[in-house]
């Protein structure tokens, strides 16, 4: 079987539920409840979505988000959102590093965080220069979208570790 890739104007998509569209294609098919996941989410953020059914099966494959007219871009943008919801840092308040525990005392999208850091070259990503993504000590995920955005006294506190 050969994969569906999507491309420029040749679906639309309905937004069903926080995660899930409906896509019709141009040539009458329809695909219910897909969801939209991304195939390399730490760097691929516009390329590549794959649009998985209720089983896990994919139906079809987005190349390039910035190939789609701007409302289904949107739908599958906020869907995807919604899916890998990463807070995004925009200052850091604090940084304390004491018996091998780097603690961040940051402000995000979504509120106050305190993110804590044992293993300092898994927990922190510098990716393309500029986007920085943490990981904490139970897993959660944060991003720094472009680390030149920030505060000089909140860019300062991280560099010492990228």
Request: proline share 3%; hydrophobic share 35%.
């Given at each position: 079987?050969s ?7 040749m679906?639309r998509?309905t937004?069903k539920d ?6 019709e294609?141009?040539?009458g098919?329809?695909?219910t ?7 390399f989410p730490?760097?691929g953020?516009?390329?590549y979505?794959t ?6 099966n994919?139906q ?5 988000l910035s ?8 739908i599958?943008e ?5 899916y890998?919801?990463i807070p995004?840092i925009?200052?850091i308040a604090?940084?304390k590093?004491k018996f091998?525990?780097?603690t961040?005392?940051?402000?995000t999208?979504?509120g106050?965080a ?8 898994h ?7 500029t986007?920085?993504?943490?990981r904490?000590n139970?897993?959660n995920?944060?991003e720094?979208?472009d680390i030149?955005?920030?505060d000089?006294?909140s ?7 990228l």
């Amino acid at each position: 079987m050969s994969r569906l890739y999507i491309d420029n104007d040749m679906a639309r998509f309905t937004r069903k539920d926080i995660t899930l569209v409906d896509m019709e294609l141009y040539d009458g098919r329809r695909f219910t409840d897909l969801e939209p996941r991304r195939l390399f989410p730490l760097t691929g953020l516009e390329k590549y979505i794959t649009l998985l059914d209720t089983e896990g099966n994919e139906q079809a494959i987005i190349r390039n988000l910035s190939t789609l007219p701007e409302n289904d871009r949107k739908i599958i943008e906020e869907c995807l959102e919604e899916y890998y919801l990463i807070p995004k840092i925009t200052r850091i308040a604090d940084c304390k590093e004491k018996f091998g525990l780097l603690t961040f005392y940051v402000e995000t999208d979504k509120g106050d965080a305190t993110i804590e850091i044992r293993n300092i070259v898994h927990g922190i990503k510098l990716m393309y220069r500029t986007r920085v993504l943490l990981r904490d000590n139970n897993d959660n995920r944060y991003e720094i979208p472009d680390i030149n955005r920030l505060d000089k006294k909140s860019r300062s506190k991280i560099e010492l570790f990228l």
